[in-house]
């Protein structure tokens, strides 16, 4: 079977660490060219992995005709970049936040829809096995349901991970729309769907830029979620976690309590009304330190070998994102939003 095109669409520190070596060591994908604002950088892909380098995307997309692209690119640019390949027939692998905006993230869904090409978001915190092994224990009904929780995600900020350290587009907001909440924020809003196999009916949210220094976005945000199903809970993101990453959730529950990566060693863990505690070491949650396969290329190119529709689909991305504007929508109005 011939291989599929693929060209990734931004070579900063996502691209470097995770879509470019997974689909190098895809044995169904060809890379045939790289696409960079800042040329030297695709460039050094294209002389690593074979393919041709772009400082445009427009370009590349015209001259390769790519099967599939990733988009690797600066928030802002989700959405036209995922417009053009879906326009140039080309499947869309993007980043999250899928789009700034509901009307961006609608227009995607339909240029895919229209183009008939797949529309997948790289919400990778679904595939860590931790988040698999805690869905897998709620779906066993041992837990009963889930009446509380907290999630978040918090780290030193992205000066420390982009490519452009901190001259990064993660601090314009022109580019990044949004800080913590778009960069971490939209992670946990998916998983907490995910998992709970819930949606989210209302946002009450306080959203701050503390530390960070000459940036219009923020930095910390406290949410503050209730389920369609009742459960109530937090969410919340920081770039001002400067010791003390956190990566994790826990979930109360009607017989007990699950913490997922609170414990370096055991990532999962079940503590029971009954005093039985069932402790589960199954693999790390990647960090920005602890880079692990994120698994989202296999299950991307997978599709594509398949034939099947992404089950992270572009409808999918879109609600994880509306969770996020509706707590900026809740912050600016200082009421809670039913979403
Ligand atoms: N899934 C995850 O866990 C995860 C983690 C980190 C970042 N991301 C997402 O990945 C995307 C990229 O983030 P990153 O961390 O790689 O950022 P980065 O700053 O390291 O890299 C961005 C790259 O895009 C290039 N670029 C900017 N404008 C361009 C243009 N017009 N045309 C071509 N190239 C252009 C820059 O030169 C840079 O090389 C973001 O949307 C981010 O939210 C996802």
């Not at 529309?119 to 860590?128: F, K």
């Not at 601090?171 to 769907?193: N, T």
């Not at 990532?267 to 790390?284: A, D, F, H, P």
Request: with cysteine.
């Amino acid at each position: 079977m011939s291989r599929f095109k693929v060209a990734v669409l931004g070579c900063g520190s996502i691209a470097k660490h995770r879509h470019i070596p997974e689909f190098a060591a895809n044995p169904n994908v060809e890379l045939v060219a790289f696409c960079d604002i800042v040329l030297e950088r695709a460039k050094a892909y294209a002389a690593q992995y074979g393919g041709r380098a772009y400082a445009d995307y427009r370009e590349l997309l015209a001259a390769e005709k790519p099967d599939a692209v990733s988009i690797c690119l600066p928030n802002h640019l989700h959405a036209p970049a995922s417009i053009a390949a879906a326009e140039a027939g080309a499947h869309v692998l993007v980043e999250k936040p899928m789009a700034g905006s509901r009307e961006e993230a609608e227009a995607m869904i339909e240029a895919a829809r229209k183009h008939g090409v797949y529309l997948m978001v790289a919400h990778n915190q679904r595939l860590m096995p931790p988040h698999v092994k805690a869905k897998e224990i709620l779906a066993s009904g041992i837990l009963g349901r889930v009446l509380s929780f907290r999630t978040s995600f918090g780290h030193p900020g992205p000066e420390g991970w982009s490519v452009d350290g901190r001259n990064s587009w993660f601090f314009d907001k022109q580019r990044a729309i949004m800080g913590a909440m778009g960069d971490l924020g939209v992670h946990k809003s998916d998983l907490i769907r995910w998992l709970l196999d819930d949606e989210v009916a209302e946002v009450s949210a306080f959203i701050s830029t503390l530390h960070k220094e000459s940036t219009d976005v923020d930095d910390n945000a406290i949410c503050i979620l209730r389920m369609r199903s009742g459960a109530i809970g937090t969410l919340v993101a920081s770039w001002t976690y400067y010791r003390g990453e956190d990566n994790s959730t826990v979930l109360w529950c009607e017989n007990g309590v699950m913490k997922i990566g609170t414990d370096p060693r055991d990532q999962v863990i079940v503590e029971l009304k009954n005093g039985e505690t069932q402790r589960y070491s199954v693999g790390e949650i990647a960090t920005n330190e602890k880079q692990t396969v994120s698994g989202i290329i296999d299950e991307f190119v997978n599709c594509l070998v398949t034939k099947t529709p992404p089950r992270i689909s572009g409808e999918e991305g879109l609600k994880s994102l509306n969770v996020i504007l509706a707590a900026f929508e809740s912050q600016a109005t200082g009421r809670t939003i039913r979403l």
